[in-house]
């Protein structure tokens, strides 16, 4: 079964960090872009960034754009390291194959399907 897993997430302090991972199993990452989405309590799903198959492109939307990083740790794994966390980044957080790397994918792309995600919780 092709299934993407969300970890990472849990409890901080504004101005904290969380590195979270996208990990795939019974399949590998390499050959497909991959976003990460979030969504907020009474919002709607938000795409906020994304990596290119090739690795050649990065995406970010404006709120997270210099405090968070994606990148590839290995064949499987996506990982989205956020840094300066800020209350309004509490959200349960989503990845997903995507069919490429750029905004209007960030802003267009909803996946058929969401995993369970990872809740990310910033409070102090």
């Known amino acids: 079964q092709l299934q993407l897993v969300e970890s990472g997430g849990g409890l901080v302090q504004p101005g904290g960090s969380l590195r979270l991972s996208c990990a795939a199993f019974?399949?590998?990452?390499?050959?497909?872009?991959i976003g990460w989405f979030r969504q907020a309590p009474g919002k709607e799903h938000e795409g906020i960034s994304c990596?290119?198959?090739?690795?050649?492109?990065t995406n970010y939307v404006d709120s997270v754009k210099g405090r968070f990083t994606i990148s590839r740790d290995n064949a499987t794994t996506v990982n989205l390291q956020m840094n300066n966390l800020k209350p309004e980044d509490t959200a349960v957080y989503y990845c997903?194959?995507?069919?490429?790397?750029?905004?209007?994918?960030?802003?267009?792309?909803?996946?058929?399907?969401w995993g369970q995600g990872t809740q990310v919780t910033v409070a102090s």
């Open positions: 997903s194959v995507i069919r490429f790397c750029s905004a209007y994918q960030l802003e267009r792309f909803r996946p058929e399907s």
């Open positions: 990596i290119s198959n090739s690795n050649s492109n």
């Open positions: 019974g399949f590998t990452l390499d050959y497909y872009p």
